[in-house]
């Protein structure tokens, strides 16, 4: 028999923000937050960042191990072919207004993309598995394509011959990046493929839970990727140290964030409270751009940001996490800024489709309780007669 509800409970405990909250085993990403460990599938990531590509870890994130020679050739293909876009979605993205966050153009794009998949309305793992990997090659190629047009150039053709990474530089930007920049878009794209029960991973697990397709779970992540909080945080770190604007303000800037209450973007990270691994990856990047270039103002102003942080508030546990440092990478692979959180989701595509058809195999309907505080006497009085 159910027990009567209490009503003089004075409440449930409230883990607002679920920070100690599991809502799955998994085998497909590790972050040690404590020791700044981040491993996929058993790997950690500066292995992967030295020795692998995109295409590998993709294969590596969606079938668990690493490929052998020819399947990690067939994904390369898969990949390479899968980058053409249907016509109907080209033209949709001619048809996007003017001024449309990108991010919007890529949810938007993504919505109708899910009517050319001739798998569309199979879910078996396999069917998820094909649409995953038609899901990842795409992206890029979105991206790179809305780019091209909103600035009025010609749209590129992917190149099946070039890399997944090395293709994203080429058809946005029009040329063929050197082969340095080619592996740090590479290993950038590494270092954001996936990241754990993350928020909008865990926005896709919500929509997945109520068995919803692959398409729609993919939407609902990128709706919650877009915030300031999680990867709209490349953009607005990097918009800090414009704010900063020299290496000798760097300190007053933060400072005077940290009087006002407010946040420096690119620091601190639920899970981790130590260095992110990947931040000390990007770093180094942001430091061999600033030198390529040989303009290292902004290197300059974020390694004072990061030193004042750390002094001020790293006793809390923050720390620069990955976008910080990302911002001045993309930047100096030639990424306009507001593409920084589209250029993230077209890594993330690839942990985002791997953990849903993960949390399918177990699957349950994600439906927490909320904590009702309004009344509950109330009398209903018609609209004629209330004051
Ligand atoms: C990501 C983020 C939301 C995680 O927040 P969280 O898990 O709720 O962090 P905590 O509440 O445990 O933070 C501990 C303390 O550090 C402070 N803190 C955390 N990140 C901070 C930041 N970036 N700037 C200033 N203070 C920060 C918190 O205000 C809190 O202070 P308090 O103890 O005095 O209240 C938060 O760090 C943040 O807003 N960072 C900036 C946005 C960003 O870079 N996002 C990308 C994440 S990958």
Not at 94 to 106: A, F, G, Q
Not at 206 to 225: E, F, G
């Given at each position: 028999m159910v027990s009567p509800v209490k009503t003089d409970f004075a409440g449930p405990r409230i883990d607002k923000g679920l920070d100690n909250v599991y809502v799955k085993e998994t085998s497909i990403c590790f972050v040690d937050g404590q020791r700044g460990r981040l491993l996929y599938r058993g790997y950690d990531i500066r292995d992967l960042a030295a020795h692998s590509?995109?295409?590998?870890?993709?294969?590596?994130?969606?079938?668990?191990?690493?490929?052998?020679?020819?399947?990690?050739?067939?994904?390369?293909?898969?990949?390479?072919?899968?980058?053409?876009?249907?016509?109907?979605?080209?033209?949709?993205?001619?048809?996007?207004?003017?001024?449309?966050?990108?991010?919007?153009?890529?949810?938007?794009?993504v919505s109708y993309l899910s009517n050319f998949d001739p798998e569309r309305d199979d879910t078996t793992r396999a069917a998820n598995q094909r649409k995953a990997r038609r899901l990842v090659?795409?992206?890029?190629?979105?991206?790179?394509?809305?780019?091209?047009?909103?600035?009025?150039?010609?749209?590129?053709?992917?190149?099946?011959?070039?890399?997944?990474?090395?293709?994203?530089?080429?058809?946005?930007?029009?040329?063929?990046?050197?082969?340095?920049?080619?592996?740090?878009?590479?290993?950038?794209?590494?270092?954001?493929?996936?990241?754990?029960?993350?928020?909008?991973?865990?926005?896709?697990?919500?929509?997945?839970?109520?068995?919803?397709?692959?398409?729609?779970?993919?939407?609902?992540?990128?709706?919650?990727?877009?915030g300031p909080l999680h990867g709209g945080a490349i953009e607005a770190a990097l918009r800090g140290?414009?704010?900063?604007?020299?290496?000798?303000?760097?300190?007053?800037?933060?400072?005077?964030?940290?009087?006002?209450?407010?946040?420096?973007?690119?620091?601190?990270?639920?899970?981790?409270?130590?260095?992110?691994?990947?931040?000390?990856?990007?770093?180094?990047?942001?430091?061999?751009?600033?030198?390529?270039?040989?303009?290292?103002?902004?290197?300059?102003?974020?390694?004072?940001?990061?030193?004042?942080?750390?002094?001020?508030?790293?006793?809390?546990g923050v720390y620069p996490n990955v976008d910080f440092y990302s911002g001045l990478v993309f930047q100096g692979l030639g990424i306009p800024t507001d593409l920084f959180t589209p250029v993230f989701a077209v890594a993330r595509i690839a942990g985002w489709t791997a953990q849903v058809i993960e949390y399918w195999e177990d699957n349950r309907l994600l439906r927490p309780l909320d904590w009702y505080v309004g009344p509950k006497d109330l009398v209903y009085v018609s609209v004629d007669e209330r004051p």
């Open positions: 590509t995109f295409e590998e870890t993709v294969f590596l994130l969606l079938e668990g191990r690493l490929p052998n020679r020819e399947e990690l050739k067939k994904t390369k293909a898969d990949l390479a072919a899968g980058r053409t876009l249907p016509p109907f979605v080209l033209r949709l993205l001619r048809s996007m207004p003017e001024h449309m966050p990108p991010m919007d153009v890529l949810r938007t794009a090659a795409q992206f890029g190629t979105v991206v790179a394509t809305y780019e091209r047009i909103r600035k009025g150039h010609r749209v590129l053709r992917p190149d099946p011959k070039l890399g997944h990474a090395e293709d994203f530089l080429r058809m946005m930007s029009g040329r063929k990046p050197d082969p340095v920049r080619a592996r740090m878009m590479d290993v950038a794209m590494i270092l954001y493929a996936d990241h754990a029960m993350n928020a909008s991973t865990f926005a896709a697990t919500v929509a997945a839970s109520t068995r919803s397709d692959l398409y729609s779970t993919i939407i609902a992540a990128l709706s919650t990727l877009k140290m414009e704010m900063a604007a020299t290496p000798e303000r760097a300190e007053e800037y933060v400072l005077g964030t940290l009087r006002n209450h407010e946040v420096v973007y690119g620091f601190g990270h639920r899970v981790y409270k130590t260095y992110d691994p990947r931040a000390l990856i990007q770093k180094e990047f942001a430091r061999q751009l600033a030198d390529l270039s040989g303009d290292d103002r902004l290197y300059r102003i974020a390694t004072a940001i990061e030193e004042t942080v750390v002094r001020e508030i790293g006793s809390k």
